[in-house]
């Protein structure tokens, strides 16, 4: 599975952003997908994760809220709905695949940076 997530960007504190992730060369239908993010100075971190049917999604504490991911199963696609942008949010971001329904997070992406400024 090869993933090439887009979107990133600089955006002000306060703005929203929408991030894509578009799956190809294999099965998406019956994967999980989520979403970390990898701060500068910093050690990635799960941002959210959508379950292969799209009914179940979980967040990290920290976008809560804020974030809502999606999946559109017919295009092979993936969103992140960042709303209420903080400096802090400031990362790149990953999209990742797991490596069926469930199970670890096997295939991902190079990643999109967005920026937020204050």
């Known amino acids: 599975v090869q993933l090439q997530a887009s979107g990133g960007g600089l955006v002000q504190a306060g703005d929203s952003l929408r991030l894509s992730c578009v799956a190809s060369?294999?099965?998406?239908?019956?994967?999980?997908m989520g979403w970390f993010r990898q701060a500068p100075g910093k050690e990635r971190e799960f941002v959210g994760d959508?379950?292969?049917?799209?009914?179940?999604?979980s967040y990290a504490e920290s976008v809560k809220g804020r974030f809502t991911i999606s999946r559109d199963n017919a295009k092979n696609a993936v969103y992140l709905q960042m709303n209420s942008l903080k400096p802090e949010d400031t990362a790149v971001y990953y999209c990742?695949?797991?490596?069926?329904?469930?199970?670890?997070?096997?295939?991902w992406g190079r990643g999109t940076l967005v920026t937020v400024s204050s």
């Open positions: 990742t695949a797991r490596a069926g329904r469930i199970g670890v997070f096997r295939y």
């Open positions: 060369r294999g099965t998406f239908t019956n994967r999980g």
């Open positions: 959508i379950s292969w049917s799209g009914d179940t999604t």
